[in-house]
């Protein structure tokens, strides 16, 4: 009940705002001043995955519109958590109950931009839904730039569909893969194909990465195989005023607490398969150690994986753990690109490792690790957290990474540098949304390779790209 309230809270409020901007509320941009963006995104909460997404998204737009002609403001749930990212982007406080914040946030701004992956989805949160629509709408509805970047788009209640449709038919929505515009094409929603904004993140080098193992009890001779469990089964998070009053009165609901008003799903069904989850990926790494000697290590990608990973080390007979509550994320992608071997549920994780040629299987909760796959040609090396016979299918795909490296290899380069093909084409668009939103504002003149596009990238990444692709980075 209390997700539909927040529903038409925001909903109320972009009306709001269309009816202010009628009658002159707020101000337009002006020739000659910076242009203020708002990036909206799930940050703070070292959810590593986001952040390097929304590190790359405004590294990217710097380098299209010039740094000295923007100001950028990035949200955030805890500024200690975010310290240090960003670069020189003002962080600002979003506070759970968010719909007053939108309001007053967003008109302080010249447009927004959506930065979360799973933008359009009720599999995570329908809070979350509601933020990004409400943020993209309120923007479109004062005639503010409204754009949507990397997205995804699936599953949703069909409340969260009709502001969808209703809201976002004025915003752009550049998503990373063709399912997600399908879904989006049938709400009217305009889109345009492009692809996650991860690919051209640069961690700590591989000297960190290598010292973490190495006092984590590495021998620099086993192959390290990294290993991304999750709790893929107390998804959604809901909002209940009901549950949280419970809770601060009588602490109730703890193990499904998340945060204020906000629970995970819970019960004796949703702790059996999370536990025949954590023995599967277990049991498939024990088996494949007795015919494959592997160093075994435990990666949290956010901090709510810490649980999944420690249970995992446990019935391995203890292997070790890199928490994102620990490590930030330059530190995290690093120990991951120093890894031989990848099984993981986190779909970031195989992204970020993937510019490193680290071979990796995944198994999968939704759509989004099974559409990398996909484009990799390697549905081999895919499962389903819920597949029955998950334990032999982890076994037959971790073989696989050592029978077939070089041609996973070869597909995972090919698959970098085609994406970081279609992250400069994102830029294309946005610049040109940008230029239709505001003729006014100084877009770069001249003959730009597609390379200009993104964000500066690594001597590595650039040696990586020429020897995948064919192509000289500029």
């Known amino acids: 009940m209390t997700d539909l309230l927040l529903e038409g809270w925001v909903s109320g409020l ?6 202010e901007w009628m009658l002159g509320a707020g101000e337009a941009w002006k020739p000659g001043t910076k242009l203020k963006l708002l990036f909206a995104g799930y940050n703070g909460t070292r959810n590593t995955g986001s952040d390097v ?10 380098r299209i519109l010039g740094a000295d002609n923007i100001e950028l403001s990035v949200m955030s749930q805890n ?4 310290r240090g990212y960003f670069g020189d982007a003002k962080q600002v406080h979003l506070p759970d109950v968010f719909p007053p914040f939108l309001h007053s946030e967003v008109r302080k701004n010249d447009g927004v931009v959506a930065c979360e992956g799973s933008m359009f989805k009720s599999k995570f949160a329908n809070a979350l839904t509601t933020m990004m629509i409400g943020a993209l709408g309120i923007a479109a509805a004062q005639n503010k730039l409204s754009v949507g970047f990397g997205a995804e788009a699936g599953e949703m209640d069909p409340l969260l569909q009709k502001m969808c449709r209703r809201f976002c038919r004025d915003s752009l929505i550049i998503t990373r893969n063709i399912e997600s515009q399908s879904v989006l094409g049938k709400l009217g929603v305009p889109t345009e194909l492009g692809t996650d904004t991860a690919w051209t993140f640069e961690p700590l080098g591989p000297e960190y990465g290598r010292k973490a193992l190495l006092d984590a009890g590495w021998d620099e001779k086993l192959p390290v195989l990294a290993i991304c469990p999750i709790n893929p089964f107390w998804w959604p998070v809901k909002a209940s005023l009901a549950k949280g009053l419970a809770h601060s009165v009588a602490g109730a609901y703890k193990q499904s607490y998340y945060r204020t008003i906000y629970f995970h799903r819970s019960g004796r069904e949703v702790e059996a398969a999370y536990e025949q989850y954590l023995e599967a990926m277990a049991g498939g790494v024990a088996r494949y150690k007795k015919s494959r000697a592997v160093f075994p290590v435990l990666i949290a990608m956010e901090m709510l994986d810490r649980d999944a990973c420690q249970r995992v080390a446990e019935k391995l007979g203890g292997a070790p753990v890199f928490a994102s509550d620990r490590y930030n994320m330059y530190e995290i992608v690093s120990i991951l690109r120093s890894c031989d071997r ?8 195989i992204v970020t490792s993937m510019p490193a040629g680290v071979p990796s299987a995944g198994v999968t909760m939704d759509e989004r690790i099974g559409n990398l796959m996909r484009e990799r040609g390697q549905e081999n090396l895919l499962s389903r957290v819920d597949d029955p016979d998950l334990e032999d299918r982890i076994v037959a795909s971790l073989q696989a990474l050592d029978s077939n490296t070089e041609p996973i290899r070869d597909a995972i380069g090919a698959t970098v540098a085609r994406n970081l093909q279609l992250m400069a084409r994102m830029g294309v668009y946005f610049e040109e949304q940008v230029a239709r ?26 040696k990586f790209l020429e020897e995948h692709s064919g192509v000289t980075a500029a």
């Open 79 to 82: 500024f200690e958590l975010t």
């Open 14 to 19: 972009i009306e709001l705002n269309k009816f």
């Open 342 to 349: 990848m099984l993981s549920s986190r779909f970031h994780a």
């Open 53 to 62: 997404r929304v590190e790359e998204i405004l590294r990217q737009v710097r």
């Open 437 to 462: 939103r505001y003729p006014g504002f100084p877009i770069r003149a001249g003959v730009l390779a597609w390379q200009d596009y993104l964000p500066p990238l690594s001597p590595a990444l650039s």
